[in-house]
């Protein structure tokens, strides 16, 4: 039986779909934008400042459904630009010490003009 994942500490799904679900020992976080949850707004339209905030809501979605960082096995990236790439890896360097396996890809244009997503599949 799969088991939705909600917190308030992250940002609501913007669409009809969950935060993250755990099915079994597997949990798959939808992709997480930057956004605030305290002010349901982007923040600051700056990359390193946007893949922080997301790295935050990953973080509370994981403690929510009792993970953690070392629990993540896989993220796909998607950049608005891949010039953000670097100043991107940067962050998510810091927040992912234990090198999940990755996609990372530019595409047209995000929801809400962000100018990063990250989704992720944990597993305990």
């Known amino acids: 039986m799969n088991e939705k994942i909600c917190t308030d500490k992250a ?10 679900v755990k099915a079994g020992n597997t949990l ?10 305290k002010t349901g707004l982007l923040v600051e339209s700056e990359i390193k400042v946007q893949a922080s905030q997301i790295m935050k809501n990953i973080d509370e ?7 953690s960082a070392e629990d993540v096995v896989k993220t796909t ?4 630009d891949i010039s953000y790439f670097a100043d991107f890896n940067s962050i998510y360097g810091d927040y992912f010490t234990s090198n999940p396996a990755r996609s990372c890809v ?10 990063v997503e990250v989704e992720v599949i944990a597993y305990r």
Do not use: E, H, R
């Open 11 to 20: 940002p609501k799904a913007i669409g009809p779909y969950s935060q993250a």
């Open 28 to 37: 798959y976080i939808s992709g997480v934008m930057p956004i605030d949850p």
């Open 77 to 80: 990236c998607f950049l608005a």
């Open 106 to 115: 530019a595409v047209k244009s995000l929801p809400k003009d962000a100018l």
């Open 61 to 67: 979605l994981l403690k929510a459904a009792g993970y």
